[in-house]
């Protein structure tokens, strides 16, 4: 099942703007993850943040975590095109020997 | 090196028929994942090797799917008298670490099967 869901399901920008998905969960976890999906293609990784870190940044992007609301997000700042693809977050959690729980994903569209 | 590859990229099979999915992870990787991803829908957990020990099966959805990593390195997912409701692409990743340290996975391009 999956961990959680992510917010909003779909989003259209234009290229330059910011975008700003979110991720709830629901268990504890040891980390956080973001990764990307483009069409037909496998996962990249993006970004990871501990649960003991609050922000993480990575060139265009910014991920925060409040884990007493279960939540994360991930802000991508001056959006490109080439940022058009699904958006997932994923927690492992103590115990579970690091498989990832996934969140149900963003679809972020990027238009020129 | 390269990244994780998986073969086929696409399969198409007939309800009832066997088809066995094959995963070449990052040479050196310790951990090595099989995970479900349905239509529009966020990847699931399936099963979890370490070296040549499946610790974890318990996304398994039924006794119909069977996992191996015989030599700790490449792995094959198989699926027995496939149902449509198998229809999804099968991804698999590797990682360095095993549990409790920073687990990022590498994920191969997946595998599109679809039952008809």
């Known amino acids: 099942s999956q961990q959680g869901e992510e917010d909003p399901q779909a989003l259209s920008i234009q290229e330059g703007e910011n975008a700003t998905m979110n991720c709830s969960y629901k268990t504890s976890i040891n980390n956080l993850q973001w990764y990307r999906q483009n069409s037909g293609r496998g996962l990249v990784h993006l970004i990871l943040i501990r649960s003991n870190e609050r922000e993480k940044h990575s060139g265009r992007l910014r991920v925060t975590l409040d884990t007493s609301k279960k939540s994360s997000s991930l802000l991508i700042t001056a959006s490109r095109a080439a940022d058009t693809a699904s958006y997932f977050c994923?927690?492992?959690?103590?115990?579970?020997?690091?498989?990832?729980?996934f969140g149900t994903g963003t679809r972020l569209q990027v238009t020129l | 090196g390269a990244g994780v590859s998986q073969s086929p990229r696409y399969k198409v099979a007939k309800r009832g028929q066997d088809v066995a999915l094959r995963c070449d992870p990052i040479?050196?990787?310790?951990?090595l994942f099989w995970y479900q991803q349905a239509l529009g829908q966020g990847p699931e957990f399936l099963t979890y090797?370490?070296?040549?020990?499946?610790?974890?099966k318990s996304g398994l959805p039924s006794d119909r799917f069977f996992a191996e990593r015989p030599e700790g390195s490449v792995s094959t997912l198989k699926i027995q008298r496939t149902q449509q409701e198998d229809s999804a692409v099968y991804l698999c990743?590797?990682?360095?670490?095993?549990?409790?340290?920073?687990?990022?996975?590498?994920f191969g391009p997946g595998t599109r099967l679809t039952v008809l």
């Open positions: 040479s050196g990787h310790v951990s």
């Open positions: 990743a590797s990682s360095f670490v095993t549990s409790g340290g920073k687990n990022e996975q590498f």
């Open positions: 994923a927690t492992d959690a103590p115990g579970t020997a690091s498989k990832l729980t």
């Open positions: 090797f370490q070296n040549e020990a499946q610790l974890d």
